[in-house]
């Protein structure tokens, strides 16, 4: 394996810095990545994080990975782990680049192109070509908590036994959006799931354990590394919607994320911030499950309260690769 003039031969890791462009201060700036090739023949796989720069939780997910070895077992195959790829979105705490254009509405890039474009390119034709599948670990938005969940291309048979394998709680399975990594990469027959889980510019610890257990039963189920991780038997939905408010107010949420819903279930309030007018009532229009919450108190009308998710069933029983020992 090559990647940026580097060789990685069997049972090597190494760590490659990839020059992206430099700060108005001159500054160089670099994406890291971190190399870890198993003795034996096996799969590539893609971990990546801080595709949103102000998304921490995926970029906490690999930190804790790297650190704690997680890919230092890998028996087969190999991990190209990718910690933070938007820097500059990172040092702004921002989920875009500084000219305010979104990484991942900008595959697969342009080298002569705006900042994202270029950050896109270079993960597109420095890293993609190395690898078979990918989990792209974001976090939330901005006032915007979601549920540790998977996102997965619907009819791409590979997508669903990685978000199987994975086993967060909720997956759900989406077309994937036009620019963005997940699709310049199915372009090319790869895979790429997306983790999210908590809310921008914030630690969650149920999202950051979750996903890391994941990633666990991931890389035993595709026989990257010899352990039977715990199994997990998440939910697949495969309808997904917004509740929005239907007038502006201070809203009250009376259920949180993860949890199961009935229809005409009341959800939340809506308040009038001079406590004159009555409370207006948020219920479930049907049974589902809320895998996403607004938690900023003040809102305006059509913005998003929660995301529920519909139609589950259980996720078909995780298959696991039989290898020779
Ligand atoms: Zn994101």
Not at 155 to 181: N, R
Not at 249 to 274: A, H, R, T, Y
């Amino acid at each position: 394996m090559i990647i940026h003039n580097t060789a990685i031969l069997p049972g090597q890791q190494a760590t490659i810095r990839i020059p992206v462009g430099q700060l108005p201060s001159g500054n160089k700036i670099s994406i890291r990545a971190h190399v870890y090739r198993g003795p034996d023949p096996g799969p590539v796989m893609l971990a990546l994080g801080g595709v949103h720069g102000d998304e921490i939780n995926g970029v906490e997910i690999l930190r804790r990975a790297i650190h704690l070895g997680y890919f230092e077992q890998i028996r087969r195959g190999a991990v190209i782990a990718i910690p933070l790829l938007n820097i500059y979105g990172f040092i702004n705490y921002s989920r875009d680049v500084p000219d305010g254009k979104d990484v991942n509405r900008s595959f697969p890039g342009n080298a002569q192109g705006s900042l994202a474009s270029r950050v896109a390119r270079l993960l597109t034709r420095k890293i993609l070509p190395n690898i078979d599948f990918g989990i792209d670990f974001h976090t939330g938005g901005r006032n915007h908590y979601n549920f540790p969940q998977i996102r997965f291309t619907k009819g791409d048979p590979k997508a669903l036994e990685l978000a199987t394998q994975f086993g967060a709680p909720f997956s759900l399975s989406s077309k994937p959006i036009s620019k963005s990594f997940r699709k310049a990469a199915l372009d090319k027959g790869k895979t790429i799931i997306v983790f999210e889980g908590g809310e921008n510019l914030r630690y969650d610890g149920v999202s950051i354990s979750t996903a890391l257990e994941g990633l666990n039963r991931v890389m035993a189920g595709q026989g990257l590394i010899d352990q039977d991780a715990p199994a997990s038997r998440g939910r697949i939905l495969p309808e997904n919607e917004w509740i929005r408010a239907p007038k502006a107010g201070m809203f009250l949420w009376q259920k949180c994320s993860g949890q199961p819903i009935v229809k005409g279930e009341p959800l939340g309030l809506l308040n009038d911030p001079f406590g004159e007018e009555p409370s207006t009532r948020i219920y479930a229009p049907r049974d589902g499950f809320i895998i996403g919450h607004n938690n900023a108190p003040v809102v305006s009308p059509g913005d998003a309260l929660y995301h529920i998710g519909y139609g589950d069933h259980d996720a078909p029983p995780a298959t696991r690769r039989s290898r020779k020992k």
